[in-house]
């Protein structure tokens, strides 16, 4: 019998860690309970698991920066991390993703629906392909340690901006629509606005340079070397 896929529900509402619970279980998921980022942190680390939904507004350590500390942690570099919030402000999403969030889940959410979700995830993330390292000129992307190193200087980007870059560095040249960057960076079943994209092509250019992001006007974007 195969082991269970391992969920941990960081949320200081106990009505709303008994839904996920009761739910996530239904469908086959093993789920680890925290009240807050500390221990959320605390338990991530014990039970290793596959998957982490955060709530964004907890005691003693918010959601943003329990997802940044979890990021910076090697072990849960390519973790799955999803966001459950009652808001629905472009700027949270925004720095949610921008610390390296996969999802984004606006409460109340329906049964189905979260399941629905957390299996898209879970197919994109299973479905996932590591590509070989990619050098370009004074750029190389190490994708197995998610790194990138201009002029041999080793650059620590969020997860988002990295996968972003490792898309439009793929193939150099080829023009990416904001509908494919979307779908292949954020998922058809997240709803972000184009800002989302742009802000993120704007931290890539101030690290990176101005000079290997292009826009394409009215279609997307592609790097240059």
């Known amino acids: 019998m195969s082991e269970k896929i391992k969920i941990l529900i960081a949320d200081d509402e106990p009505d709303i860690l008994e839904f996920l619970q009761y739910n ?5 998921y093993e789920t680890i309970l925290a009240e807050n980022g500390r221990e959320a942190i605390v ?3 014990a039970h290793n698991p596959q ?9 003693e350590l918010d959601g943003i920066e329990t997802c940044r500390e979890l990021r910076n942690l090697p072990d849960f570099k390519n973790t799955l991390i999803a966001f459950l919030t009652a808001r629905n402000e472009d700027y949270s999403q925004i720095a949610g993703f921008d610390v390296g969030a996969d999802d984004y889940i606006t409460k109340p959410i329906k049964p189905r629906v979260l399941i629905s979700r957390i299996k898209a995830l879970m197919r994109r993330f299973g479905s996932e392909v590591q590509e070989e390292n990619v050098s370009l000129g004074s750029i190389e992307i190490d994708r197995e340690k998610y790194l990138v190193y201009k002029d041999g200087e080793k650059l620590s980007l969020p997860k988002k901006e990295f996968e972003l870059l490792s898309l439009l560095a793929s193939k150099p040249g080829k023009v990416f629509s904001r509908k494919e960057i979307m779908s292949k960076i954020w998922g058809n079943d997240i709803i972000v606005g184009d800002r989302t994209i742009d802000v993120h092509i704007r931290k890539l250019r101030e690290k990176i340079g101005e000079e290997q992001f292009k826009t394409i006007k009215g279609i997307g974007y592609k790097f240059d070397m």
């Open 24 to 28: 996530l279980e239904r469908e086959g």
């Open 43 to 45: 338990k991530a680390k």
């Open 51 to 59: 998957m982490i939904l955060l709530d964004i507004m907890m005691p």
